[in-house]
């Protein structure tokens, strides 16, 4: 469904029911916002087996596409930005009135979600950040890209962060996709076709905001516990990058969770379920 929020249509989808029969009785289980990765992607990267079925047992899975994104309105590319999206959930969350919801990011969508929990840190109850990092190093993330793939992949990738464009971004998608390497040829195929992939909301990201943005401010507010999950060997988004986010919180209320995983954290390690399952029954 399309919902209006502000200046843009956003494209939503809710998966599993909020009030749920328990014997004689009913049970209301939480909602969970689920902010998707990306610049450039959709929400349908996390419907993927390895991450909606679990969850939608234990909670109603709010999914939508962020604007620029997906199908969801374009909107003026120069309201691509951390606070634009960020106050789109808040407005989506208002309209639709889902109160106190549980807010989940990945990657750049752990980026939002963020900045969304050190706006509104009182709008939320609790907060899952999936790789994310408190500010972009070209670097490290070169660094891993070079250790896991090679030096042709590192400057591929490096090529793109120097320059970001139409030319750049090609080889620079299939240096990303030779990262996921939990996923077979077939769930790759699946995933492009499912998907919603566009290349303006990447170069435009690379071009600008990625250069500056710093979120160790936004951990600062955030008033909720929060779990973070990081990959050791994930190269789009390095695990330094996440310790630096961690030590900005406050240390009563973050659980901090490493892997042994690349950027497809939830596909690589079965154990990141079983513990955003804890996190989220506890």
């Given at each position: ?22 014997g ?10 689920i ?70 990011g ?12 050190g ?17 972009f ?24 962060y ?14 990303v ?28 990201w ?49 659980r ?8 497809s ?8 379920v ?7 029954r506890?």
């Open positions: 469904m399309q919902i209006s929020v502000g200046d843009v249509r956003l494209f939503v989808d809710v998966d599993g029911a909020k009030i749920r029969p328990e004689a009785d009913a049970a209301e289980v939480p909602t969970i916002a902010v998707h990765d990306g610049p450039g992607a959709d929400h349908t990267t996390f419907k993927h087996p390895a991450f909606r079925p679990p969850l939608v047992e234990a909670a109603q899975l709010l999914y939508y596409d962020q604007r620029g994104h997906g199908r969801s309105d374009g909107s003026d590319p120069e309201r691509w930005r951390l606070d634009v999206w960020a106050d789109d959930l808040h407005g989506l969350l208002g309209i639709l009135g889902v109160e106190q919801p549980i807010v989940f990945s990657g750049f969508g752990a980026l939002v979600a963020t900045r969304f929990a706006r509104y840190p009182d709008r939320l109850s609790k907060l899952i950040l999936s790789r994310p990092v408190a500010r190093d070209p670097a490290r993330s070169v660094d891993v890209f070079a250790r896991t793939l090679g030096s042709e992949a590192a400057a591929c990738v490096l090529d793109f120097a320059s970001p464009s139409e030319v750049t971004f090609g080889p620079y998608v299939v240096t996709l030779r990262s996921f390497q939990a996923a077979q040829p077939a769930e790759v195929a699946e995933l492009l076709l499912s998907a919603e992939w566009f290349s303006r909301p990447t170069i435009h690379f071009s600008g905001e990625a250069r500056e943005f710093d979120l160790c401010p936004d951990a600062r507010e955030i008033r909720v516990p929060t779990l973070v999950l990081a990959g050791e060997n994930d190269a789009l988004m390095p695990i330094a990058g996440a310790e630096e986010l961690v030590a900005a919180l406050d240390p009563e209320l973050v901090f969770e490493r892997f042994g995983t690349g950027n954290l939830y596909a690589e390690d079965p154990r990141a079983e513990v955003t399952l804890e996190f989220i506890g």
